[in-house]
C-alpha cells in the first residue's frame, strides 16, 4: 500500500511522505518477528534533525529479528487529504498502516507537540486513550525528556521509557519478543515489562488529589510497580551513528551529527538538559574522527556538527577540531552550545570552512545578579570582551539569548539587558565594516519538572508584556532587531511541563477542538486551550502560575533522575540567597546525588564488580 499520487499532487513537500532516502532501512515485513513504528510528533523536517530517532532506528534495525521504520505527523494539508480519502497513516519505509505494528514508539521531546501524537493515532485508526485499546491494537510507548514528567500524557500511552533508550531497549525488546511468541494479552505484557528498570506503567498507578487540587498520594497498584521509577543512565556512550537516513528534502539540521558529549557540569538552574542528562560522559576523540569519516563516506555530507550541552567544555576540543581539519579537507564543522569567552572565539575562528557569518550567545540575563541566581557563572567583563573581540576579528553579526520572567527579576534587570546590548554596539564602534548587527532573541522563562527552579511561579502574561515593552523601546533605540515569545504560549508550555494526569482531559479536548503543531504561530488556537481548561474545571494558572512549597508531593515525585531532590532544594536556596554552585569540574563533588551512579558508571566501564 502506497499513498495515491492524487493526493502527494495535492500536497506540500510531499517528498516528506514517500520515503526511499539514501540509507533507509526496508525489511521483509513477513520475515520478521517484532515490527516497531518509530513516531517523531512533529514534521518531517523536525524530526529528521532529532538525534534521538537514528539512535533508535539502528539499534533495532541491527537485529534481525526486529524491524523499525519511521512516521511523522502530517502537515495539515496532508491529514485533510488522508481524511477525505479515508486512508491510514502509512509508514515511510513499507508503506504498512501503523495500525499493523505490534508496537508504535513516541519521541516526547516538547510539550506542545502532545496533540499531533493523539492526531498521529486517531489518523492511524487507533483510539487515542490507552483504556480504550485492545489487544488488536498495537502497543503504545513513549520515550524522551518530556517524559520526565509522564502524568500529562498518562491516559494516551501504555508505558512509558525513563532515561537513555540505550540502556534500556535491549532488555524491553527481549520482553517484547516472548510476548509476541507466546501470544501473551497486552495486560500480561505490562505486568512484564513493569518488571524493567525505567518502565513506567502509569494504569498500575493511582492518583488522589485534596480539595484544593494538590496531588494527595499516588498508590501503586499492581505488584510489579515500582514506587520510585530511577532514570536509566547508559555507563559508556555507544559508537554514534555513521549510517543515519539522508534525507531527500532540506532538513532543520542539514548536516552531518556526532555527539561528542552527553551532559553538562555548569549547573544552571534552570535548566532541565543540565539534570536530566547527567552524568558527564565523553567519547574519546578518535572515535569522533572515526565517525567524521564514516559520515562522510556513508552520507556524502560536507558540514558536521559536534553536539554537546556545552561543546567548549569537551576536553582538547580544539585538540580535535584541529585534527579533523588535518583529516577531512575541504569539510565544514559547527559547533552548538559554546560559552561566551575568548576560547570560543579562537575555538571558532579555527573551524574550517567557516565563514564569518554570524556568532550566537547566550548571556540569558542582563544584571550580574540575574546570572548570579540563575547560577549562569558569566561576568558582564567577560560579555563584553568576546564582543569586542569578535567584533575586531571581523564578525559583523551577532545573535544574543536572553530569558525573562525569572524568580526574583525586577526592572531594573530588564534595563540592565538594554544597557548591556548598547554596551555592546558600542564594542563594536569603530571597527571594520561599520556598525555590526546585533539580534536579540527573548525566551519566557518556564518553570520545569526535576530544575532547582521547579517550584516557582510563572509571570504572568500582564507581567511579562510590560517587560516586552520596556525592552522594545529600549532596544529599538539602540538600533537591535528583537523578537520574543507569546506569554500565552509559554503559559500553556508551563502548564503541561508542571502538570499532572488531570491534564489528559485537557490535551484531549483541545485535539478534539482541532489543535495540532501548536507550537507552529500560524496553528496555534489559545483559544481552543482556555475552553478546554473551562470545561474541565481546571485553570492553566494552577499549574503555571502557582509557586508550590518545598514539601509539595509533586506529580513526578515517583520519577528519579538520580539528582536527588535535596540538592534541588539546595540549589534553590542557594538562588534566593545569590549564591552560585562551582562547576563539578572545579571540585570534587557537589553532591547532587549522582555521585554513586557515577561511580557505578565507572565500575561498569572498567569491569569492575559495584560496591
Request: hydrophobic share 40%; net charge neutral; proline share 6%.
Amino acid at each position: 500500500m502506497s499513498y495515491p499520487e492524487s493526493i502527494l499532487y495535492q500536497v506540500t513537500r510531499p517528498a516528506r511522505y514517500t520515503g526511499g532516502e539514501w540509507n533507509s532501512v526496508i525489511k521483509d515485513w513477513d520475515k520478521t518477528a517484532l515490527r516497531f513504528a518509530l513516531c517523531y510528533p512533529d514534521l518531517y523536517e523536525i524530526g529528521m534533525s532529532n538525534m534521538a530517532l537514528p539512535i533508535l532506528y539502528d539499534i533495532l534495525n541491527s537485529q534481525s529479528d526486529v524491524l523499525a521504520e519511521r512516521v511523522f505527523a502530517p502537515w495539515v494539508d496532508m491529514e485533510a487529504a488522508l481524511r477525505a480519502a479515508g486512508i491510514p497513516l502509512l509508514s515511510l519505509e513499507s508503506k504498512r498502516p501503523l495500525k499493523e505494528f505490534d508496537v508504535i514508539g513516541f519521541s516526547l521531546d516538547y510539550e506542545l507537540a502532545y496533540t499531533n501524537v493523539l492526531n498521529i493515532l486517531d489518523l492511524a485508526q487507533i483510539p487515542v486513550l490507552a483504556s480504550e485499546r485492545d489487544d488488536s491494537h498495537p502497543i503504545v510507548i513513549a520515550g524522551g525528556s518530556c517524559c520526565l514528567n509522564p502524568e500529562p500524557m498518562s491516559d494516551f500511552i501504555d508505558f512509558f521509557v525513563i532515561g537513555e533508550g540505550e540502556e534500556v531497549l535491549p532488555e524491553l525488546v527481549d520482553c517484547l519478543r516472548q510476548w509476541k511468541k507466546n501470544k501473551a494479552s497486552k495486560e500480561e505484557l505490562l505486568h512484564q515489562v513493569a518488571n524493567i528498570a525505567g518502565v513506567y506503567v502509569p494504569g498500575f498507578y493511582q492518583v488522589e488529589y485534596e480539595a484544593d487540587g494538590l496531588v494527595k498520594g499516588i498508590t501503586l497498584t499492581a505488584a510489579e510497580a515500582k514506587a520510585v521509577i530511577e532514570r536509566r543512565i547508559v555507563a559508556k556512550l555507544p559508537p554514534p551513528v555513521t549510517r543515519p537516513v539522508v534525507p531527500y528534502i532540506e532538513v532543520v539540521h542539514d548536516r552531518g551529527a556526532v555527539e561528542i558529549q552527553r551532559g553538562c557540569t555548569r549547573g544552571c538552574r534552570f535548566c532541565q538538559a543540565g539534570v536530566i542528562y547527567r552524568p558527564r560522559r565523553q567519547r574519546p576523540q578518535a572515535e569522533v574522527i572515526k565517525a567524521v569519516g564514516e559520515l562522510i563516506a556513508n552520507c556524502g555530507y560536507n558540514e558536521v556538527s559536534l553536539v554537546s550541552l556545552s561543546s567548549s567544555d569537551y576536553p582538547r576540543i580544539e585538540e580535535l577540531v584541529a585534527s579533523l581539519a588535518h583529516n577531512y579537507k575541504n569539510l565544514a564543522l559547527s559547533l552548538p552550545s559554546l560559552r561566551i569567552d575568548s576560547f570560543s572565539l579562537k575555538l571558532m575562528e579555527s573551524l574550517p570552512s567557516r565563514r564569518k557569518t554570524g556568532l550566537t550567545f547566550a548571556p540569558e540575563a542582563g544584571s550580574e545578579r540575574m546570572r548570579r541566581l540563575m547560577n549562569k557563572g558569566l561576568t558582564e567583563e567577560q560579555i563584553l570582551e568576546t564582543a569586542a573581540a569578535a567584533f575586531a576579528r571581523g564578525w559583523r553579526s551577532l545573535k544574543l539569548y536572553f530569558m525573562v520572567g525569572l524568580p526574583g527579576e525586577t526592572t531594573e534587570d530588564i534595563e540592565a539587558i538594554i544597557q548591556l546590548v548598547a554596551k555592546i554596539h558600542a564594542a563594536g564602534k569603530g571597527t571594520r565594516g561599520g556598525m555590526p548587527q546585533v539580534r536579540i532573541s527573548l525566551s519566557t522563562f518556564i518553570p520545569k519538572p526535576h530544575t532547582p527552579f521547579q517550584w516557582v511561579a510563572q509571570e504572568s502574561a500582564e507581567q511579562l508584556n510590560a517587560k516586552h515593552e520596556l525592552l522594545k523601546t529600549g532596544l529599538r533605540r539602540k538600533g537591535s532587531h528583537f523578537s520574543w515569545a507569546d506569554p500565552r504560549i509559554s503559559l500553556l508550555e508551563a502548564a503541561l511541563s508542571r502538570g499532572d494526569r488531570r491534564l489528559g482531559k485537557i490535551i484531549y479536548d483541545a485535539w478534539k477542538s482541532g489543535s495540532t503543531f501548536d507550537a507552529w504561530d500560524e496553528r496555534f488556537n489559545y483559544q481552543n486551550w482556555l475552553d478546554a481548561f473551562a470545561r474541565n474545571s481546571l485553570e492553566p494558572g494552577f499549574y503555571a502560575h502557582r509557586e508550590r512549597s518545598l514539601d509539595e508531593l509533586l506529580p513526578w515525585s515517583h520519577i528519579d533522575t538520580g539528582v536527588s531532590s535535596d540538592f534541588l532544594k539546595r540549589e534553590y536556596q542557594r538562588s534566593l540567597k545569590g549564591e552560585e554552585t562551582p562547576d563539578c569540574r572545579e571540585q570534587s563533588c557537589n553532591a547532587c546525588g549522582l555521585e554513586l551512579r557515577q561511580a557505578d558508571c565507572r565500575q561498569k566501564i572498567e569491569g569492575r564488580p559495584s560496591t
